[in-house]
């Protein structure tokens, strides 16, 4: 009886050993993920400037799935539980992620840090393609509006501020390595920068410097190298054009002898294959790069790439 109690005592004893051993495991991963900051992005574009600019110093994560429409993507309560968790919360602007003002309003923002990533940036506002967004669905009530373009990261140029503001944000939160986020922000900045002279250098002697695009995602990069976006849709990348309009588009392709019409990798391609049909054109890629897959990403795709991509189409367009 006497061996049989000595042999249960030393059973549980290990027994506790080991679940302590496994609880201990299990802090030490917590304790390693808790010296990093968690940081909650939109979309890919400040998934990815976040990345670069926190490296191995934050837990990065992103909220928006590859292949969902940016525009009109609505977050469930298990990812705003999310944003309410993380340190850090970076998104691109009001007018693109128009759901964040409302979610915000129940985020404490003494513990977490928020970075609208366009803040201090100034917006191209297109009141024309407001009017005709209301004109079309003032019978459904919509409030919401497309006249502030958002699509800031498009411009080499205003992603390197955009990387400015979400760096300053890291450092807020994580002052210990504020030199690290300078450090990184500035590398990257710098391949940004590469990319904006690769855009400068390819159409500084451009002739025919208009493209035709289906959405109309492309205002800052034209706008920053002199080009001229013609769009067959709105800023929403699934709105349709009316008859009118496509007529209009199809009189322009066909005297100005377009032999492009762009459309995006993350929407339906069938508004600009009726017009490109109508007009006999070819359809090429135009990214605006709301969503890259994790299988791109583990290709090694990202947002530089798919920008050399863009770059490398437009060289088709612009002569």
């Known amino acids: 009886m006497k061996k049989k109690l000595t042999y249960l ?36 574009p400040m998934y990815d400037f976040t990345k670069n600019v926190a490296q191995e110093n934050a837990v990065v994560s992103l909220l928006v799935p590859a292949g969902t429409e940016v525009h009109d993507f609505e977050p469930s309560a298990k990812m705003i539980a999310q944003i309410e968790n993380a340190d850090v919360f970076v998104y691109n602007s009001d007018e693109m992620e128009t759901w964040v003002p409302s979610v915000l309003k129940s985020i404490d923002t003494s513990k977490t840090v928020i970075v609208n990533a366009s803040e201090g940036i100034d917006l191209i506002h297109n009141e024309a393609d407001a009017d005709e967004h209301d004109e079309e669905h003032e019978h459904e009530g919509e409030e919401h509006s497309h006249a502030v373009d958002p699509h800031v990261w498009l411009d080499p ?54 493209f035709v695009t289906q959405h109309a995602a492309f205002a800052y990069l034209a706008k920053r190298y002199d080009l001229t976006q013609i769009s067959v849709s709105g800023l929403s990348s699934d709105a349709e054009p009316s008859p009118a309009k496509l007529a209009e588009l199809s009189d322009f392709v066909t005297e100005n002898k377009v032999d492009y019409i762009y459309f995006e990798d993350n929407a339906s391609s069938k508004i600009a294959e009726t017009l490109a049909d109508e007009v006999d054109v070819e359809l090429l890629v135009l990214s605006p790069i709301e969503g890259v897959t994790q299988k791109e990403q583990d290709a090694g795709i990202d947002y530089i790439h798919v920008m050399q991509d863009n770059l490398n189409a437009l060289k088709k367009s612009i002569q």
């Open 9 to 44: 005592v030393l059973t549980l004893f290990g027994a506790v050993l080991l679940i302590a051993g496994c609880g201990k495991s299990g802090n030490s991963a917590n304790e390693e993920d808790s010296g990093k900051l968690k940081v909650v992005t939109t979309f890919y």
């Open 157 to 210: 140029v205003l992603a390197q501020a955009e990387v400015t503001n979400i760096q300053k944000g890291l450092a807020e939160a994580d002052p210990d390595n504020s030199d690290v986020y300078a450090a990184n922000a500035e590398t990257y900045q710098q391949k940004l920068e590469d990319l904006n002279q690769e855009f400068v250098s390819a159409f500084e002697n451009a002739t025919k410097r208009s």
